[in-house]
């Protein structure tokens, strides 16, 4: 029962984080209004938050990973309960972008203590499974969490929407104290032999493999709305209904990364590496009729929902076995390299546009695939 409630509470976190995260990119043109400022400047808060949030991550859980990982998390908490408030009732815009700064820095080291204390209370064979529902809470709070925020925004106002969130991690927050571990097994070691885990070749292939295929997502992703509207014809009313189709077709992806990790590790990744490159290449060619290339987006959606949680899994588990100082790096890992991939394949997207249409943008992603599938192949064989 209690392992139950534990894996509710790290779920909820995930999902908690996750709305704080992604809430902004609804409310945008409702901040800019509130300040009197242009959409393209309060647009940096995301691109903002996301290097922060990059930077951080790392360097907070390789400084703090010599200290008690309960007080570490429970004082992380505290400063994202800090921040996140800060942000509900920021006075100006410049409080706003420090609050944003604020929980963006601490965001990463949270959920990487969250994924280590999943290494610690779940079996083996549940292991895999708890990671992908620890995922899927960020999926969730897109296709849930994002629209309320959007929702309240509407009836009283941005800021309510973040005051939510307030509310809602001091009972998490308070459901953290109460069941997670106060002491659990923990190998203090220097920086230098953390450090020792990113010369591992098997992480090297695998964050090379996550951040070309986070790449390879959002240089169709980052369009995903005028994809949807301009060149697939649907309507602004479908819009909504269908980006939420392809928000549980990422949550189908975490789940069945769970089940595929836990009985074949990481010797699908080269077929589902392929699978997105292939599917990158006919993008183009389906988004000739409405109906194909909807589908597809959803199918490839599905897939790239599945390397996080299986990569994430092969981190903890190189690190239980072969360098214990640095449970707390590798945990922070599959965060560091989402955000890093997230910006490549955004970046280029949005210069690639310049010189291609959006409809056949699957052909840029398809370069960063072909160097995920690569990159997979070495891994599998690197790990026989």
Known sequence: MKYRLQSIVFVLVAFLLGCNEFMVVGVLSNIAKSYHASLSTVGFLVTMFALTYAICTPVLTTLT???DRFKVLMVLMVI?????TLTACAPSLFWLFVSRIITAAVAGAIIS???VYVSIIAPIEK???LVAAVFSGFSTATI???PIGTTISMAFSWHASFALISIVTLVVGAALFALVPRHTPQTKGSITHQLKLLRDRRILLGIIVMVTLMAAEYTFYTYIRPIITNVLHFSATQLNWLLGVIGVMFIIGNTCAGIISSRYGVR?????SLACLVLLLVMGISFHLSWTGITLLCVICLVLGMPGSILQVMFLNVADRNYPAAMNLASSLNPICTNV?????????SVAVNFVAISQIGYIGAIFAVISTVGAFLLVRQRN
């Open 341 to 349: 991939g997230v910006t490549v394949g955004s970046f280029t997207a």
């Open 268 to 272: 699908k990744l080269p077929l589902i």
């Open 65 to 67: 990973g010599k200290y």
């Open 127 to 129: 292991r895999s499974m």
């Open 80 to 84: 994202f309960l800090l921040g996140n």
């Open 144 to 146: 849930i969490g994002v």
């Open 113 to 115: 203590l969250i994924l």
